[in-house]
């Protein structure tokens, strides 16, 4: 108990640093004006992350409320950025991930893409701490792209190391390689220390885990030597955790316990407690490969301290808050009841006075005004009454459109938070990319909603012999067409139960679409295009049939099209009664196929203002099919910005492709 008591002392202990760099910065801060402070605090909350966590907080705060004052979106994200990272390094990935999220719809507010990409790596980041790796990896893919779309190498070797860093822990070895050695080579083309000892650090944290420790000691003692020239005392903290395991692996257990021990006194320094926590752990694993037990449970119970500690953390957090809002709202309440009495003071003082007042005027009359000046009086008197109650009219009714009008805000800001949860429920839907990469070369999911939920979706199933691809556009957009899209996901799971025939399963969801909807009885004429690809293990045939989309097959850099019927799914407009046509397809390793709905081709804009038209499109495959498959979607994301300018998105837009 002791030794727990003392680690635990170790824990929530701080001290001071050399802080030249922050001195400056401070002194800058009293000299600036209005919005340059709130830059110079996001630039204290960054130097004190990785040296004291408290002040991180307190300096993003204060960069949040002078943000607020000013509307500056892009620096309120920065700040609730920084202050979800001085979170996570505390333990607290519940406070970290909502200020990470808030920062994200903040950056999609005001179209910064930079933004976007640090908070969605940053959440990624979470995940993998958490060891939800499948997360990790969506948000991992989705700032990938846009580093991509950007050209900037350092946003892209951050992003690429941590892509490689979640497919080693997924053990998928190969593919982690090829990612961190591509993360090597750009962070050494910025000349970032603190981007280069990443990849080197996970490298070698790599090879550890493949069983080769002398590779492992190799990159990350790189690594090490990177991270002491620039000072960053968490890449020293990691690489020196790192190199602990690696010796450990080595069975030079005496260098393993020096290079943990040193790497210990770097995260107590910087408070940094899930790295304090993995490093006890290690430790406890060296002492008792080399036979000390009573070392060994000692850091076992270190480690299970500060575990505990890490996870009760959220606990406690969250009846602070409760105390603190339970406090605001009494004092708030004592507040109210003081103005209200005196309030009431001020207004009886007010009447008596004006009693006397009025006493005195109607005496004064009484002895010098004729019988007309009389009248006057009184008639000036109606008209001032008329006046207050015109008033009192008007003032009731201006309070009145100010609780409307909050009503509304309130209204508005429920149906927002409600429409991005539906969000997070149809990406919850959507195929997971470990699945595909699985059953094809390579693939992306070019998915840009109208609205924030979108009514196109694409669904992916393996099934003994072959795989399933579907792609559907839903009738309309935003928050019916995406109920619709939900439907659509159960039916498909339904049916292909114990049917795989693309046409077959066309023409049960149609019937289901139909019975669902009361379309029979004239309740409703929605429903949806929809295509199924059908793709045998072997790759060397392909069955499709289409409902009104298309098939794009590119096949020795050739570009041909497989038509769909002309029925969708549902309306009763058409025919009840519907077949569809089953097209067989001979396919070779490294042929591509397109789907995609008709949002890319009806957008306006251009010169003229026009459509891009379907012959554009295809065109647009066609050129797009020479590039490599991952950068696709970053050609077609360009392609519809600078084509739409300025023009509203005008219909949901979804494009998969697949390389066999």
């Known amino acids: 108990m002791k030794y727990i008591l003392v680690s635990l002392c170790l824990f929530f202990s701080f001290q001071l640093f050399a802080q030249n760099e922050a001195d400056s910065l401070k002194v800058a801060l009293e000299k600036a004006k209005t919005e340059d402070k709130i830059d110079i605090l996001n630039e204290l909350s960054e130097y004190f992350r990785d040296r004291d966590l ?26 609730e950025i920084n202050k979800g990272v001085a979170y996570r390094s505390k333990g607290d990935s519940k406070v970290a991930l909502e200020q990470f999220l808030k920062a994200l719809v903040s950056a999609e507010k005001i179209g910064n893409l930079p933004i976007q990409a ?81 990849p080197l650090t996970n490298i070698g944290d790599l090879y550890y885990r493949m069983g080769n420790a002398s590779k492992a000691i190799d990159y990350i003692s790189q690594g ?56 006890y752990n290690v430790l406890s694993e060296v002492y008792e490969k080399s036979g000390e037990f009573d070392k060994s449970l000692f850091y076992h119970k270190l480690y299970k301290s500060a575990d505990d500690s890490l996870i009760n953390k959220n606990v406690r957090q969250s009846i602070n808050e409760m105390e603190l809002k339970y406090e605001a709202k009494k004092k708030e309440q004592e507040m109210q009841t003081i103005k209200m009495e005196k309030e009431l003071l001020e207004k009886e003082k007010e009447v008596d006075w004006l009693i006397k007042i009025g006493l005195s005027i109607v ?15 009184r008639l000036k008197q109606a008209v001032n009454l008329q006046l207050i109650e015109v008033n009192k009219e008007i003032i ?55 609205d924030i939920v979108s009514g196109d979706f694409c669904w992916f199933k393996q099934m003994e012999g072959h795989t399933l691809v579907a792609l559907g556009d839903c009738t309309g957009h935003g928050v019916p067409a995406a109920l619709i899209t939900v439907l659509c996901n159960s039916f498909l799971q339904e049916i292909t139960e114990n049917i795989d025939s693309p046409a077959a399963i066309l023409t049960l969801m149609h019937q289901k679409i139909v019975k669902q909807l009361h379309q029979e009885e004239g309740q409703s004429n929605d429903g949806l295009e929809l295509a199924i690809c059908k793709i045998s293990d072997d790759k060397k045939q392909m069955i499709y049939a289409g409902a009104k989309i298309p098939l794009y097959l590119i096949h020795n850099q050739e570009l041909k099209i497989v038509k769909a019927d002309h029925l969708p799914i549902g309306d009763i407009h058409y025919a009840m009664q519907r077949t569809y046509t089953e097209h067989t397809i001979p396919i070779e390793k490294g042929d591509r196929f397109y789907l995609a709905s008709d949002g890319f081709q009806d957008q306006f804009g251009g010169e003229h203002n026009k459509k891009f038209l379907v012959k554009n499109f295809r065109n647009l495959i066609q050129n797009i099919s020479r590039e490599p498959i991952e950068k696709q979607s970053a050609i077609l994301l360009d392609t519809l910005n600078n084509w739409k300018g300025n023009n509203k998105q005008t219909d949901d837009i979804i494009v998969i492709g697949i390389e066999i």
């Not at 307190?58 to 509307?71: K, M, P, S, V």
């Not at 790596?121 to 979470?126: A, L, P, W």
């Not at 946003?155 to 090829?178: E, P, T, W």
């Not at 927002?416 to 693939?443: K, V």
């Open 54 to 79: 408290d002040f991180a907080v307190r300096y993003a705060e204060e960069a949040i409320a002078l943000g607020e004052r000013f509307g500056a979106l892009d620096k309120i994200a920065i700040a």
């Open 363 to 377: 005496t004064l009359l009484a002895l010098i005004v004729t019988f007309s000046y009389y009248r006057q009086y």
């Open 224 to 279: 090490l030597k990177v991270s002491e020239e620039a000072n960053n005392k968490f890449g020293i903290a990691t690489s020196l955790l790192n190199l602990g395991k690696a010796y450990m692996l080595k069975k030079d257990y005496a260098t393993a316990k020096e290079s943990l021990q040193k790497a210990l006194e770097n995260s107590i320094e910087i408070q940094a407690l899930p790295t304090i926590r993995n490093i």
């Open 396 to 450: 009731q009714k201006s309070e009145e459109i100010q609780v409307q009008k909050e009503t509304i805000e309130q209204i508005n800001q429920n149906l927002f938070s409600s429409i991005n949860y539906a969000r997070n429920i149809q990406d919850a839907l959507a195929p997971e990319s470990i699945e595909i990469m699985q059953s094809f070369s390579g693939y992306f999911i070019f998915n840009q909603p109208r």
């Open 118 to 198: 640090d908070a969605l790596h940053k959440i990624g980041v979470t995940y993998l701490f958490q060891k939800d790796f499948y997360n990790a990896l969506k948000f991992a893919e989705k700032e990938e792209v846009i580093w991509r779309q950007l050209d900037d190498k350092v946003g892209l070797a951050s992003a690429v190391n941590f892509h490689g860093l979640i497919y080693v822990n997924l053990k998928n070895y190969d593919l982690a390689l090829k990612k961190l050695e591509e993360s090597l080579q750009i962070a050494r083309q910025t000349n970032d220390k603190d981007l280069i000892y990443k």
